[in-house]
């Protein structure tokens, strides 16, 4: 009799135990209520319709990641911060990409500049915040910005360039690929 209750014990250990384990696979694989959103495109409208969805997120209660990667780097760029002692293709990077949210141009009807004059003068009329304001907003509502280490070194960035945003960090796809695995939203532009 003794037997019998030692091993329906130990049986239920077992039960419980197996339980646990896929109690646990359960937990690590609900989604988070999070966007996750790769910013490869330094383009003004399509990093403006990046930040209205993550401001837009935050605000629904979500947590929102963007992943600044290659083009999308240098919208995070002081446009007065100069540094010196790179090599010269540093230095042609950093002459020839924007240096700024308020520099990015539009990706299409460009038109040597008019088409960005003109939807920059249109969303003033219209009171839409522009794109380092939408950036300034992201900073204040807590969406985190990774900017992409890879990025940063293949373009010769220097960490002292880019703006003062409070919830900055520099990564590896890796460290983004953490925070999108169980992110509801995924997105990339």
């Known amino acids: 009799m003794e037997d019998n209750r030692m091993s329906d014990m ?4 077992e039960q419980l135990d197996a339980l646990r384990k896929e109690f646990a696979g359960v937990k690590r694989s609900v989604q988070e209520d999070k966007l996750s ?9 399509k990093a403006l319709a990046a930040l209205i969805i ?3 997120s935050v605000a629904m209660g979500m947590e929102a990641v963007i ?4 083009w999308g780097t240098p919208l995070f760029r002081k446009p007065d911060k100069t540094v010196t002692g ?3 293709m540093s230095s042609m990077f950093g002459w020839m990409l924007p ?3 308020g520099k990015a141009t539009l990706s ?3 038109m040597g500049g008019m088409g960005t004059t003109m939807l920059k003068d249109l969303m003033k009329k219209k009171n839409v915040a522009s794109l380092p304001e939408m950036i300034d907003m992201a900073g204040q509502l807590g969406v985190k910005v990774y900017i992409c280490e890879m990025s940063m070194d293949l373009m010769g960035f220097k960490r002292e360039e880019m703006i003062d945003y409070p919830d900055l960090k520099y990564a590896g796809v890796a460290t983004f690929l953490a925070e999108a695995k169980n992110s509801k939203v995924q997105l990339f532009l």
């Open 54 to 56: 993550a401001t837009g």
């Open 10 to 13: 130990q049986q239920l250990q």
């Open 99 to 101: 240096k700024g949210a």
């Open 108 to 110: 299409k009807m460009n």
């Open 86 to 88: 790179k090599d010269l």
């Open 67 to 70: 992943f600044l990667t290659f």
């Open 37 to 45: 959103m790769v910013l490869f495109s330094g383009d003004l409208d």
